[in-house]
Nanobody
Framework: QVQLVESGGGLVQAGGSLRLSCVASGRTFSLSAMAWFRQAPGKEREFAAA????????YYADSVKGRFTVSRDNAKNMVYLQMNSLKPEDTAVYYC?????????????????WGQGTQVTVSS
């Protein structure tokens, strides 16, 4: 099992930037990928971005492509989500997720472990 803790959420104006961080602990040696999902009020949790461990491949939802960047720091067991040009529709709770499985990287069903989430609010 892997424990995940997110940080970095907050309130930002439209057009601004935020960087989310997720630190992993536990059985991190067996990970194959980590991802960021988000859930807006009244909506289902949706995929935002993911990073495959080896080889390093990144995946993005169409709604965030070109604005968000996912990266990792192996030495620190951390994954980041740099979010630029934020829009009010990016407002959501953002969750970090980890998996030891292999798949599309875009389905929440593939992910075994989840963090508690961090709130991102973008004002217009």
């Amino acid at each position: 099992q892997v424990q995940l803790v997110e940080s970095g959420g907050g309130l930002v104006q439209a057009g601004g930037s935020l960087r989310l961080s997720c630190v992993a602990s536990g059985r991190t040696f067996s990970l194959s990928a980590m991802a960021w999902f988000r859930q807006a009020p009244g909506k289902e949790r949706e995929f935002a971005a993911a990073i495959n461990w080896s080889p390093i491949i990144t995946y993005y939802a169409d709604s965030v492509k070109g604005r968000f960047t996912v990266s990792r720091d192996n030495a620190k067991n951390m994954v980041y989500l740099q979010m630029n040009s934020l829009k009010p529709e990016d407002t959501a709770v953002y969750y970090c997720a980890a998996t030891t499985n292999y798949g599309s990287r875009r389905s929440r069903l593939e992910y075994d472990d989840w963090g508690q989430g961090t709130q991102v609010t973008v004002s217009s």
